[in-house]
């Protein structure tokens, strides 16, 4: 017999659930902890399965009646209500997903897999231009004229790089979001076909081994911050990348043994790298442990000690001292690469210093020799000869004490 709403009302808990039954395989279960849970039962493929269709009083008597019977048609078609509900919630689901949340997923899932600096510098992109131009839209609506605009908007501002940066992690997001199957389409494809063209630059530049002399005489003499002038110093002897050496923690450091051990964490190949030091570099940061020893970082930052040096301050000390679209951090080592190539150094001492992958990939998987006397070695030479040729120009050497 069908069930009534004075049926349902007077229906009391026992200490076992029970059934209320309705028509066609409806019924209302009533719990020990006094809730009530309408069901459908029936049977498709040759299996018994179960419907969840509401809780009572909220869905009504004559409410869970219409949710069977639109259930039941689904059955008559062929299609498994269950099936079907799942696969709406799914696509509301889908359909309410924001772009800051993926986004914000994404970012969570890979971050442990970066060194600290690409995972800085994709924060930093996320919540400076990506969250706040698309953020709160849905994920499926997002088209790709909409990222094109959103990417102008930073070529606007002539930061070419974050621009290209950004396209790269808009991609790299939706397809994240591909993947998880929370969308169909990446509308982030193909970006770089509309991209600003940049201007003919001459990347990392550097001076000449034989213009070091001078550049190390104006850098002893340029109104800069003694961090900066060491840092400078230490790009110069150890050839490591900028980021390297600006975010580096004392911890890395064994003074005595004259070694600088940085963690795959840290690295862009994610591979640990050890760099011999050469003993003018070591007097450089015997020095510095006197004045941010008592830090974490060789290089605090002058407004929050927790922080490191600005990513801009070496470059911009180069400026300052004359060396615009001459000489960068970075080009260090590129100077060191061409100079030590030119002396016929061994090829894979030179790069295993610059922590370099092999072109080969196959030898770079099994290749994992450090040479790491043969570089303390050459490195060392190659502080020596620093050393021999600003003495030669009457310069101050590198090895000076500020």
Known sequence: MPITDAAIKAAKPAEKPYKLSDAHGLFLLINPNGSKLWHLKYRIAGKEKKLALGTYPIVGLQQARQRRDEARKLLA??????????????????????????????????????????????????????????????????????????????????????????????????????????????????????????????????VGFADLPELLGKLETAKIHFFTRCAIRLLALTAVRPGELRTAPWSEFDLDAATWTIP?????????????????????????????????????????????????TINKALRLMGYEGRQTGHGFRHLLSTELNGRSYNRDWIERQLAHGDADEIRDTY????????????????????????????????????
């Open 77 to 206: 078609e062929g299609v498994d209500p269950s099936a079907a509900k799942k696969a709406t919630k799914q696509a509301q689901q889908a359909a309410a997903l924001t772009f800051e949340f993926l986004a914000r997923e994404w970012f969570a899932y890979n971050a442990p897999r970066w060194a600290e600096s690409t995972a800085y510098k994709a924060k930093l992109y996320l919540e400076n231009d990506l969250i706040p131009g698309i953020g709160s839209r849905p994920m499926k609506e997002i088209t790709r004229p909409e990222l094109v605009g959103l990417v102008r908007k930073v070529e606007a501002r002539g930061t070419l790089n974050a621009a290209g940066k950004i396209r790269q992690w808009l991609h790299q997001i939706f397809r994240y979001g591909l993947a998880k199957g929370v969308i169909e389409i990446n509308p982030a494809t193909d970006l770089n076909v509309v991209a600003e063209q940049a201007k003919a630059v001459r990347h990392h530049p550097h």
């Open 367 to 402: 290749n994992h020799a450090t040479y790491l006397e043969q570089r303390r070695e050459m490195m060392q030479a190659w502080a020596d000869s620093i050393d021999a040729l600003c003495a030669g120009a009457n310069v101050v050497s590198i090895k000076r004490k500020a």
């Open 264 to 312: 795959k964490e840290r690295m862009k190949a994610r591979r640990p790298h050890v760099v011999p030091l050469p003993r003018q570099a070591v007097a450089i940061l015997r020095q510095l442990k006197e004045i941010s020893g008592g830090y974490a970082l060789l290089f605090p930052g002058q407004q929050n000690p927790d922080r490191p040096m600005s990513e801009n």
